[in-house]
């Protein structure tokens, strides 16, 4: 009979050999050496967290008890595992590009970041994992026992509940070890993946060896063996269809729920392709773990007494046989699918309690802000190790509590049911981007009541909370309310009658109050991040940047991250933003990296919290809206950008019409002019050269004929000279080569002048003044000053058509100004024609003979050169010009 | 993905040959499911032996990890392109 004590010995080497294989692979890992450490079969094997104690010791029970049914257990994983095109790929891919540390974080990231998520998904995990951690510890205790009881030296019985305690606090020890290194969960466990590994292979190898044993050392043969199971009670298949199909989903549903699974499977993922060999190698694992489970069991049946326990044939067959090695060998795949699970639930669970429960709460209490004092990375790394610690000592608790005994071996179908109510926000966050956070939070809360009332409560049997009037008659008798047949459903097996109630309303309340209600922002670009992951493997949720100081930034990376960690990253960013030094703008796209980074560490709901703390909240910028509100927002930009340029181009258009209006105009009017001009020196002279003729020719002229002729040819010749002059005086002005000559006068005076110059006030031609109003003193070129209002005069003179023309003449004061206004009462010039009678060579009106058309256009380059202006004043009853004119300007004697 | 309209009707065999992979790949799971739930049919006259049961759940279970290793060595690569991943995104 094997000793305790070899026994005692054996474990601490195995142990000891565990503790080195996670040692020198974290080392190997941290100095880069070890691709072996990330090779598919490492991470396939590391799956194998799947097969607990519970189904290395149980199978072989559960083959007992119900025949080829325990295959079924076997069986979801398998089909999970071969169709990975379907979810698996997904999930990874949504893991590693959201940085996702666990299945809450998973969910809540999915659903806007809520953190009421998290600690929801979080609680249901702890309540479904920590009886199964008891159930662990059970098996190990248990398996103790056997050796204890065969071993004859041993005197003093071993205490349970001692070993229970050693076996949990050195687990919880390894764990915080090997799972709390770095403080990124997204960062690979590599020690404790390659001693979960090395545990995959002891507990196949040794359930092989067993199986071996049994059947080619104990039945003689395949076919001696296959006699043994016709002749057991277990020789007929003998399964109801709805715990077959029921358990298969089941299993199936737990392989992607379980917080362990989803660790290694999800959140320890090196490589996508992984992916590609577990999907062939994970099942066929499994068919080797289950291969020998039936023989073992016929076989244990047949030469075990009726009394023994069939969870632990595996180890008393050998015992029995008398084949110690072969024992402990089975004691320590026992023992490595006990203590594999637990390592591993702790940290996953571990990461979700200190995440989503404990940092929150933290941050809440130290003034809802991460700039306070103290080490958010030493707090986020203690909360951690606590937690595990805590995680471990519940199951420790659950297990001394409990006692042991049936009600425990259950569990493990009952824990499955639990964390099987995450799959419809797990799947429906991954394919459906209508589901929401409120409909994922109501299908959660449904089948976790659900699930404690009509399974996990009816568990433990009589007990306060669930008593057993109540399992037997409903709630206050109300029978189609009783917990294990629900709306009448009776006959159906309680597992497979909780699973189906459970999922079946949670999925039904998820689908629907997510059809009913409305989703945030945050919620829908998570959606789309999720749903189309394959399209766009970004993050969603820009930060408005700006608000955001980059140094608070570094100093809180700095107390999450590590100071080295931290900076290389901040400097990283800089660098690639084109800025010397350590602190890089904080951009959006720096913001959406950093949170990634931290949410690695902290979870993506505190990091999103504690950025926002910094930044300031508005997470959804415009911009994200407008991309989810897919392209038309820029569409409509892109219109309205156009819009307004069409509308410039009319604008421009316009114009050009205008001035190319204007241009023809003066063409016609240049023509004009020049027909008219060459008329006015072709008629002077014409009558000049005939006058001279007629003078030269004509033989006895009168005295009084001569004179005639000659005073003729003489006005012609002054007429012809005045015509030049105005050219000349016009082509000087324009030109800006004019002399003025300032003088100081009264305003008065100048008009005076100018009106005995134009003829003067008659009956005939009216001129209407105000002499008591123009004693305004005034410096400038008063001779050019009456140049224009003679010729402003005369116009009225020469072309008001009223019957008794009357010309008002006005003058006011306006600031340093003078305004003379000149208004006839004829009738006035043409709207058409009101822009054009300053230019030159422009005449109104063919009919009187008069001007060349050249006295507005000098009076417009006289007054621009006295620094004042005439214009015609529109709106009066005739023609109306405003003549305006500095009092005395400096520039224009600085001009002068 | 229809709505993208971008996505070529026609494509090199070998891409087509993958994406049938995919689907491939896709239906393994309800071939293997179907297939696991078949002895409960047999079960109509009398219960079959829990030996003969065995072997053919397990022979199953063998064909489904050979098929399953072919299907996966021939799905489309991270390197194929996404474009072959958009087309093969599942609903």
Same mark, same amino acid.
């Given at each position: ?21 996670a ?8 100095h880069?050496?070890?691709a072996?450490?990330r090779?598919?079969?490492?991470y396939?094997l590391s799956?194998?967290i ?14 007992v008890r ?22 698996l ?22 659903y ?12 249901l @995990? ?20 056997i050796f204890?009881?065969?071993d ?6 071993v205490s349970?509940q001692?070993? &229970? ?6 687990? &919880?020890?390894?764990t915080?070890?090997?799972g709390?290194?770095? =403080?990124?969960?997204n960062?690979r ?17 040794a ?8 059947v080619w050392g ?12 016709d002749?057991? /009670? ?7 269809? $709805?715990r ?6 089941l299993?199936?549903a ?6 362990r ?6 959140v ?21 773990m289950?291969l020998f489970?039936?023989?073992i069991?016929?076989?244990? =049946?047949?030469?075990l ?6 969870d632990?044939?595996?180890?008393? =067959? /050998? ?13 320590l795949?026992?023992?490595?699918s006990?203590? $594999?699970?637990?390592?591993v639930?702790?940290?996953a669970l ?18 809802g802000?991460?700039m306070?004092?103290?080490d ?9 190790r ?15 509590v409990s ?5 425990l ?5 009952i824990?499955?049911?639990g964390v099987?109510?995450?799959l ?20 959660l809360?449904t089948?976790a ?5 009509s ?6 049997g ?6 057993q ?12 309310l ?11 097996d309680p597992?497979?009658?909780?699973? *189906? ?14 059809l009913l ?17 394959f399209?766009?493997?970004g ?19 700095q107390?999450? *991250?590590?100071?080295a960690? @931290?900076?290389?990253?901040f400097?990283?960013a ?5 800025i @010397?030094g ?5 951009? /959006?796209?720096?913001?959406?990296e ?9 979870g ?10 910094i930044?300031?909240? &508005?997470t ?35 114009q050009?019409?205008?001035?190319n209006?204007?241009?023809?105009q003066?063409?016609?009017?240049k023509?004009a ?7 006015e =020196?072709?008629?002077?002279m014409t009558?000049i050269r ?7 020719d004509?033989e006895g ?5 001569q004179n005639k ?7 012609e ?7 030049l ?5 016009? $082509?000087?002005?324009?030109n ?7 003088q100081?006068?009264t305003?008065?005076e100048?008009l ?17 003044r105000?002499?008591q ?22 116009? &009225? ?11 008002k ?10 305004i ?7 009738s006035?010039? /043409?709207m058409?024609k009101?822009?054009?009678i300053f230019?030159k ?21 006289v ?11 529109p ?11 500095p009092?005395?300007?400096p520039?224009?004697k600085a001009a002068? | 993905m ?8 026609f494509?090199?065999r ?15 799971p309800?071939l293997?499911?179907?297939?696991f739930?078949?002895p ?13 049961t065995?072997f053919?759940l ?33 609903p």
């Amino acid at each position: 009979m094997a000793s305790l004590n070899a026994l005692a010995i054996v474990c601490v080497l195995y142990v000891v050999v565990l503790f080195s294989v996670a040692f020198a692979a974290d080392r190997a890992a941290l100095h880069g050496r070890g691709a072996w450490l990330r090779s598919p079969i490492v991470y396939t094997l590391s799956l194998s967290i799947y097969c607990t104690a519970w189904t290395f010791y149980g199978a072989v029970g559960f083959a007992v008890r119900s025949g080829l049914e325990y295959v079924t257990i076997y069986l979801g994983p398998t089909l999970i595992m071969i169709g990975w095109w379907w979810t698996l790929r997904k999930m990874v891919r949504v893991g590693r590009s959201q940085r996702i540390t666990s299945i809450a974080d998973l969910i809540s990231s999915r659903y806007g970041k809520s953190n009421t998520l998290a600690v929801f998904v979080t609680l249901l @995990a702890v309540i479904g994992t920590t009886p199964y951690i008891a159930l662990q510890l059970q098996s190990v205790t248990l398996s103790f026992q056997i050796f204890a009881e065969n071993d004859l030296l041993q005197r003093q019985t071993v205490s349970q509940q001692s070993i &229970a305690f050693w076996v949990a606090g050195g687990l &919880a020890v390894f764990t915080i070890l090997f799972g709390t290194r770095n =403080l990124d969960a997204n960062e690979r466990h590599h020690g404790v993946v390659m001693a979960i590994a090395l545990e995959a292979v002891v507990k196949l190898f040794a359930l092989l060896a067993v199986g071996v044993f049994v059947v080619w050392g104990l039945s003689g043969g395949i076919g001696e063996t296959l006699a043994r199971i016709d002749a057991s /009670p277990i020789k007929n298949f003998e399964v109801s269809g $709805s715990r077959w199909v029921g358990l298969t989903m089941l299993s199936a549903a737990a392989f992607i729920c379980l917080p362990r699974m989803f660790q290694v499977m999800v959140v320890e993922n090196e490589d996508e392709s992984h992916l590609r060999t577990a999907a062939w190698a994970f099942p066929a694992y499994l068919m080797a773990m289950s291969l020998f489970v039936v023989p073992i069991a016929a076989v244990g =049946l047949e030469k075990l007494p009726s009394a023994s326990n069939p969870d632990l044939f595996v180890l008393t =067959l /050998p015992l029995q046989e008398g084949q110690d090695g072969l024992a402990i060998l089975s004691f320590l795949g026992g023992f490595s699918s006990a203590t $594999s699970m637990v390592i591993v639930a702790a940290i996953a669970l571990s990461t979700m309690v200190s995440n989503h429960i404990v940092m929150p709460i933290w941050l809440w209490m130290s003034g809802g802000t991460a700039m306070v004092s103290g080490d958010v990375r030493n707090v986020a790394l203690l909360a951690r190790r606590i937690s595990i610690a805590g995680i471990v000592f519940l199951g420790y608790l659950y297990f001394r509590v409990s006692g042991g005994g049936a009600a425990l071996a259950a569990i493990g179908l009952i824990s499955f049911v639990g964390v099987a109510q995450f799959l419809p926000a797990l799947m429906g966050g991954l394919f459906w981007r209508g589901a929401n956070r409120v409909g994922a939070l109501a299908g959660l809360v449904t089948g976790a009541a659900i699930w404690l009332y009509s399974l996990f409560l009816p568990s433990f049997g009589d007990t306060f909370l669930m008593p057993q009037h109540v399992i037997e008659h409903g709630p206050l008798g109300i029978d189609w309310l009783r917990p294990q047949a629900l709306f009448g459903t009776e006959g159906l097996d309680p597992i497979v009658h909780a699973f *189906m109630w459970s999922v079946f309303l949670n999925t039904l309340v998820f689908l629907v109050v997510s059809l009913l209600s409305f989703p945030r922002p945050v919620e829908r670009l998570q959606g789309a991040q999720f749903v189309n992951v394959f399209q766009h493997s970004g993050t969603a949720g820009t930060w408005s940047g700006g608000l955001a100081q980059s140094e608070d930034l570094l100093i809180m990376s700095q107390r999450i *991250m590590g100071p080295a960690e @931290a900076q290389a990253l901040f400097s990283e960013a800089a660098k690639r933003q084109g800025i @010397a030094g350590l602190l890089p703008e904080p951009t /959006p796209d720096f913001l959406q990296e950093l949170e990634r980074v931290l949410s690695g560490s902290v979870g993506a709901a505190t990091a999103h919290a504690m950025i926002s703390q910094i930044v300031g909240g &508005a997470t959804v910028s415009v911009e994200d809206l407008m991309a989810v509100a897919d392209e038309t927002a820029q569409i409509m930009e892109y219109s309205s950008r156009l819009e307004a340029k069409t509308e410039e181009q009319a604008r421009t258009a316009r114009q050009l019409r205008e001035a190319n209006d204007k241009l023809t105009q003066l063409s016609v009017q240049k023509d004009a002019f020049l027909s008219q001009i060459s008329h006015e =020196l072709r008629t002077p002279m014409t009558s000049i050269r005939a006058f001279s003729e007629i003078m030269r020719d004509t033989e006895g002229l009168t005295e009084d004929e001569q004179n005639k002729y000659s005073s003729i040819i003489h006005d012609e010749a002054v007429r012809l000279t005045r015509l030049l002059d105005d050219l000349l005086d016009l $082509s000087v002005l324009e030109n800006a080569q004019v002399l003025l000559n300032w003088q100081s006068g009264t305003l008065e005076e100048v008009l005076d002048r100018a009106v005995s110059a134009a003829g003067g006030s008659d009956p005939d031609f009216q001129i209407d003044r105000l002499p008591q109003r123009e004693h305004f003193e005034l410096r400038s070129d008063l001779d050019r000053l009456a140049q224009v209002f003679i010729n402003l005069i005369s116009n &009225a003179r020469k072309y008001c058509d009223a019957k008794d023309p009357v010309l008002k003449i006005r003058a006011k004061r306006s600031d340093d100004r003078l305004i003379i206004d000149f208004i006839d009462n004829g009738s006035g010039i /043409p709207m058409d024609k009101q822009t054009l009678i300053f230019e030159k060579f422009s005449r109104i009106g063919e009919t009187k003979a008069g001007g060349a058309g050249l006295g507005l256009a000098i009076c417009r380059e006289v007054m621009a050169r006295l620094s004042g202006a005439i214009t015609y004043l529109p709106g009066q009853k005739g023609a109306a010009f405003r003549v305006t004119v500095p009092i005395d300007s400096p520039s224009v004697k600085a001009a002068g | 993905m229809s709505e993208d309209g971008r996505i070529p009707v026609f494509v090199e065999r070998k891409t087509y040959r993958r994406r049938r992979m995919a689907d491939a790949a896709r239906m393994l799971p309800m071939l293997g499911a179907m297939l696991f739930c078949l002895p409960l049919l047999w079960a109509i006259d009398e219960e079959p032996r829990t030996a003969l049961t065995m072997f053919y759940l397990f022979l199953v279970w063998v064909g489904l990890c050979v098929v399953s290793a072919v299907i996966s060595a021939h799905l489309p690569t991270e390197a194929d392109n996404s474009q072959t991943e958009d087309q093969t995104e599942g609903p």
